[in-house]
């Protein structure tokens, strides 16, 4: 690895993973597709390094391999905390009320659990939950609404709330969930509310376990974590790729090393599913074109693989769209039976929600797709020189152009509105708002319900905002910040000087790179030395992971991380 290299990497690897996540709105992937770019970069780099702006290719490499990979930013990949040892003696109403309080929204379950089981009062809880008092009154009422429907009225249609949440209900729910509270005391309510949000990290002392060596020494690594197991990726220089699984309980191999086959360019875990893992092999980023394969997650065998155009796949409902030459596709995951063919233009770009696609073409013709079917539910070609659907929130659909964002109803032959002005935009639901920031360093927020602008920050740079734990996380070149639902900042000192590079509901990952050794050093190697921490939200302490030697960024459940090292994957518990 040359000098030069070397400087480029550390000075613009930061913004490239932002840029990443701006596209696919999923830090892992965004991480693993900024590793495939430098790759790719290193086995070109006497002639990348004599290129205008070598950044500027690297973002178009990006570019082409998330094509059509927009998320919803606010589904994230959530784990559920391990349960601890059950509360002695609740009794049977109670076993049923802590479990309806989990199938709530968490806002409204922390709202609710605080308030009624931890005699918290509202400006406490909004104090602690990072909002104002009016969104903190909204999630209780909310969520005494949503919850009567599930203890007493269980046919009740979710729309009916004002119905169900009539006053007499309501005084009779509050009466209950008070009573519940001086039952069982403080000490069993805080009980109850760790049973409810998982337990307080005790901050224990970091243990590392090197899990599973790689087959061979590889140019790339990656980890996607799915509940208790964790899925492995080993890319060599000759491009060779590995794939293994971990049983996160036992920290030991399910599976090890299933022969994936050579691909040139880049091998990427898209989802994981109870039928398959699938993954996909970039075979050549000339050509644009790769491989797309179903893996047995029970013994690591190629149940099925196909190939793809324009380096695109992507889950959808338990199922998989695949971009070929016909158009787009919905693939079982399981079988790899063709569910639908869609034909459109090469070029096109979209995101799939729960129950429909959004997706524009090269001309500008928004079509929104059933998911189910393939058919169009909509059309519209007089939207000018829109480039991208990012999110839809409700009824409505946000784009992109070149200079700004415009918010459309859908259904209704509207006028799209502008509601940012920015260039380059990177636009993610957050929560109750929807944050849009671009090249120049602004951080706008919007009111998701009315796309009315609430607050806007100069950053020094550009940046990624998300929501996380009630606040707004704002992740920057070598820094990350957090502020309120008012835009203040409540960035603790903790965070000062490191990147945010990944987080839970309760906790965020915190890495400030280290200067490099000689490049003699790592063999030619793409690695990298960091400090990894762990912050927690609810105890403002911050664990260190300790100095990693780093193949790619880590992923894992609550209290474990599973990280691409030096000489293979290693578990830190936390």
């Known amino acids: 690895m040359s000098t030069s290299f070397e400087t480029f990497y550390v000075g613009t690897s930061g913004r490239l993973v932002r840029y990443a996540y701006g596209l696919t709105a999923d830090m892992s992937e965004a991480q693993d597709l900024a590793q495939e770019a430098y790759a790719r970069a290193w086995q070109r780099w006497p002639k990348v390094q004599g290129y205008d702006d070598p950044e500027s290719w690297l973002r178009l490499v990006v570019s082409r391999l998330a094509v059509d990979r927009w ?59 990072g909002t104002n008092q009016n969104t903190v009154k909204t999630w209780l009422s909310r969520g005494r609404a949503n919850l009567a429907v599930l203890l007493g009225e269980p046919d009740a249609p979710r729309t009916g709330l004002r119905e169900v949440a009539a006053r007499a209900k309501r005084r009779r729910l509050n009466n209950a969930l008070r009573t519940v509270a001086a039952f069982l005391g403080l000490g069993t309510a805080v009980a109850v509310a760790v049973a409810l949000f998982g337990p ?73 599913t109870d039928a398959a893992v699938l993954v996909t092999g970039a075979d050549d980023s ?12 029970a013994s690591g065998a190629i149940k099925w693989q196909r190939a793809a155009d324009d380096l695109y796949a992507t889950m959808a409902a338990g ?13 079982d995951a399981g079988t790899g039976k063709t569910k639908w063919t869609i034909a459109e233009p090469p070029g096109t770009t979209g995101i799939a929600l729960p129950e429909t696609l959004l997706r524009i073409t ?42 700004s964002v415009l918010r459309l109803q859908l259904r209704a032959a509207t006028t799209p509105v502008k509601v940012a002005e920015v260039s380059y935009a990177m636009v993610s639901g957050c929560d109750a708002y929807v944050c849009v920031s671009g090249g120049d ?25 998300t929501a996380v734990s009630g606040r707004i996380l704002v992740t920057g070149d070598d820094s990350a ?62 664990q260190n992971l300790g100095s990693i030697t780093m193949r790619g960024f880590c992923d894992g459940p609550p209290g474990k991380y599973v990280c691409p090292t030096r000489d293979g994957f290693t578990v830190f518990h936390h």
């Open 71 to 129: 998320r919803w930013l606010t589904v994230r990949r959530t784990k559920t905390p391990s349960q601890p040892e059950t509360v002695a003696g609740p009794e049977d109403g109670l076993t049923h009320l802590i479990a309806d309080l989990k199938r709530l929204p968490i806002q409204q379950r922390r709202a609710l659990a605080l308030h009624y089981l931890l005699d918290r009062s509202i400006a406490d809880i909004a104090a602690e939950l």
């Open 200 to 272: 307080i990290p005790q901050l224990p002392p970091v243990t590392p376990e090197l899990v599973l060596e790689y087959p061979a020494s590889p140019r790339t690594a990656s980890v996607r974590a799915d509940g208790d197991r964790a899925y492995l990726v080993s890319h060599e220089f000759t491009g060779q790729a590995w794939l293994a699984a971990i049983d996160l309980t036992s920290n030991r191999p399910l599976w090890s090393w299933t022969d994936l086959g050579n691909h040139d360019d880049s091998v990427n875990i898209i989802g994981v």
């Open 286 to 297: 000339d050509s644009q074109t790769s491989t797309v394969m179903a893996v047995d997650p």
């Open 319 to 331: 199922d998989v769209l695949i971009s070929t030459a016909g158009g787009l596709s919905r693939v």
């Open 362 to 403: 090269p001309e500008h013709v928004l079509r929104q797709h059933d998911l189910a079917t393939g058919r169009i539910l909509l059309e519209r070609s007089d939207l000018g020189a829109v480039t991208a659907p990012v999110i839809q929130i409700g009824e409505y659909a946000y784009l992109r152009s070149d200079d």
């Open 441 to 465: 360093g602004v951080l706008i927020v919007l009111d998701a319900s009315t796309g009315h602008e609430l607050w806007r920050k100069k950053l020094a740079r550009s940046s990624i905002a």
């Open 481 to 542: 910040s957090l502020f309120d639902a008012a835009g203040n900042d409540i960035t603790p000192a903790a965070m000062h000087g490191k990147q945010a590079i990944w987080y839970g509901p309760d906790h965020l990952t915190l890495l400030k790179q280290l200067p490099r050794p000689a490049p003699a050093d790592y063999n030619g190697e793409t690695l990298f030395d960091a400090e990894v921490s762990v912050y927690s939200f609810r105890t403002g302490q911050q």
